[in-house]
């Protein structure tokens, strides 16, 4: 998982069986940019909220710069200093187009690659790909905006508790093998379902060995 920290670092967190991310994805950008060097690899995702509102009315949104780390420091830092729209573009397509990006044409066609993928598979709405990348580039810069941080570095890896991974670990292992192909809206660019389609088994479902309201209770 690659995280943009709230000092507008991006960060690698690397995982073993075992180990739990806690993350606040409602205002952080995040995403796994590098292909998997493996077989597979299977998450577990509980999503949760603190008790309060929702939107902070009074954010500051000019979210294309980050601040830097000297407290001597008085002008804001361009965030292209910290990587944001070099390997991928996450604010500026722009500016991850320019001749400054020191990642180059090989970025570049990776990501026409990304987006023509969306055309190739819904050629019916092509257009709605393109509209889409507009969308998630506009979300990520209003969405951190309006959120409430509620830590200050935003994520933590720990160990998942003994008793919650082995409910866990159960449940996968009765099931490996019964996953369904997780759907995604047509045209939906916030993930590459095209060329790396998602599977799940969905531990909700009482239909699977182990799943059902008593053991997400007991996690």
């Given at each position: 998982?690659?995280?943009?920290?709230?000092?507008?670092?991006?960060?690698?967190?690397?995982?073993?069986?075992?180990?739990?991310?806690?993350?606040?994805?409602?205002?952080?950008?995040?995403?796994?940019p590098?292909?998997?060097?493996?077989?597979?690899?299977?998450?577990?995702?509980?999503?949760?909220?603190?008790?309060?509102?929702?939107?902070?009315?009074?954010?500051?949104?000019?979210?294309?710069?980050?601040?830097?780390?000297?407290?001597?420091?008085?002008?804001?830092?361009?965030?292209?200093?910290?990587?944001?729209?070099?390997?991928?573009?996450?604010?500026?397509?722009?500016?991850?187009?320019?001749?400054?990006?020191?990642?180059?044409?090989?970025?570049?066609?990776?990501?026409?690659?990304?987006?023509?993928?969306?055309?190739?598979?819904?050629?019916?709405?092509?257009?709605?790909?393109?509209?889409?990348?507009?969308?998630?580039?506009?979300?990520?810069?209003?969405?951190?905006?309006?959120s409430?941080?509620?830590?200050?570095t935003?994520?933590?890896k720990?160990?998942?508790?003994?008793?919650?991974?082995?409910?866990?670990?159960?449940?996968?292992?009765?099931?490996?093998?019964?996953?369904?192909?997780e759907?995604?809206?047509?045209?939906?660019?916030?993930?590459?379902?095209?060329?790396?389609?998602?599977?799940?088994?969905?531990?909700?479902d009482?239909?699977?060995?182990?799943?059902?309201?008593?053991?997400?209770?007991?996690?």
């Amino acid at each position: 998982l690659e995280i943009y920290g709230r000092d507008g670092i991006a960060r690698n967190i690397s995982m073993v069986p075992g180990d739990l991310v806690l993350y606040e994805s409602h205002s952080l950008i995040h995403g796994r940019p590098f292909p998997l060097k493996g077989r597979f690899y299977a998450n577990a995702f509980i999503h949760f909220e603190p008790v309060g509102p929702e939107y902070d009315e009074t954010a500051d949104e000019n979210l294309p710069f980050v601040t830097g780390d000297s407290e001597e420091e008085e002008e804001p830092i361009p965030a292209m200093e910290y990587g944001v729209d070099t390997s991928f573009p996450m604010h500026d397509l722009a500016r991850f187009q320019s001749g400054s990006n020191f990642h180059g044409s090989e970025a570049h066609r990776r990501y026409e690659e990304y987006v023509q993928g969306c055309r190739n598979t819904y050629p019916d709405i092509a257009d709605e790909c393109n509209e889409g990348e507009n969308t998630r580039l506009e979300q990520n810069l209003r969405q951190p905006a309006e959120s409430i941080n509620y830590t200050d570095t935003a994520f933590l890896k720990v160990k998942v508790p003994t008793e919650a991974w082995d409910l866990i670990r159960s449940f996968w292992e009765q099931n490996e093998g019964q996953e369904t192909l997780e759907k995604w809206g047509r045209g939906n660019v916030f993930t590459n379902h095209w060329a790396s389609p998602t599977y799940k088994i969905d531990i909700h479902d009482p239909k699977f060995v182990g799943g059902g309201a008593d053991v997400l209770g007991k996690i």
